[in-house]
């Protein structure tokens, strides 16, 4: 049987309003991506992936509500009839003489929405002025109408993000919710060059990083130390000896997988893994148990813990990107926490791949 090339994977369809007439000029995109196009004047559209996988497909219009479909392309493409309904309009609040209050919460928000890493610093959010704030009970809540439009400048995108819910607490509990585009941005030879180095950086311990080693079973070769986790009595417990991922992981067909665990603890740290690689250091059933504090001191900057509260397992595709009804079923604390709209990398993304020739 051939193999399949990326553009026989197509998402195509028609997108209609509440009478059935064909809408001209929808965005249509896949969330995580640079994959977006238009629909023609009678209302069709069609999207190339690139090979089977989850996609969280988006039609935007203005005077709509935003429509989403999660699809899952396996042999063969999709085509999908989207119907459109009319977006009531909102009219905000507006409060004279607020205009400190609102400096104050677009402060907030920008450290909470771009995270605080050095890519998040270079992150410019250009169109701030859409951002409608509210306040409740020590609550800051953020939403916004259209795309808010971010340059990343350290790793060489703009991003349109659709902003769906923002929540913050005193308590500094922060949750945000949205879809979003990217678009490379212009720049000379050697922006593009530390662009590509910015990038590598960033996605070398991501979690998409992570999940792509989970989905081939290669998290040590990777450079992940991935342990299991227990809590009881207000403390962590860990095995010490890494996880042996055939025992989580189950392979749905060739496109997907189910990634089944209760609590894991992941570094990223490729010197340590190089050395339990060589020394066959492999989990067993009764390791010697670590017992940690969950009141210990701040986890190193590559320490992630990843717990999932879905009996059945998350589904995972080849790309790292987990199929949008278990997303929410994630507890992540740690690392990645940190990283958030400014780290984000589209599905796209592939390291480059190091070749050596001798001399």
Sequence with gaps: MRA???SEYTISGRVTNEKQKPISGAIVFIDGSQIATATDNIGRFEVNAPGPGSYHLLVK?????????DVMLTGKS???DISLTI???????VNIGSDKNWAKNYAIFKKEFLGTTVNARACEILNPEIINFSTSKRMLYADADDFLMIENKKLGYRIKYLLKTFEHSALARTSYSG???????AGTEYQKQEWAKNRLETYNGSMMHFLRAVFNNVTLNEGFVTNQMYQSNGKHYYNPNPIKFDTLVTAINTSFVSF??????????PVKATALMASDHTAAANSHIIMEDISAPEKTASESELILSLKGGAVVDAAGRVFSGYLRSFLIRGAWTYK???DQLPFEYQPPVITFTKP
């Design 4 to 6: 399949k090339s990326q």
């Design 61 to 69: 219009m203005m005077g709509y509500a935003v429509v989403s479909k």
């Design 78 to 80: 999709i085509n999908l």
């Design 87 to 93: 977006k009531p309009i909102i009219l905000h609040e």
């Design 179 to 185: 879809d979003v585009i990217f678009e490379e941005l």
């Design 260 to 269: 089944k665990f209760t609590g894991l603890r992941i570094v990223y740290d």
């Design 340 to 342: 958030r709209v400014g």
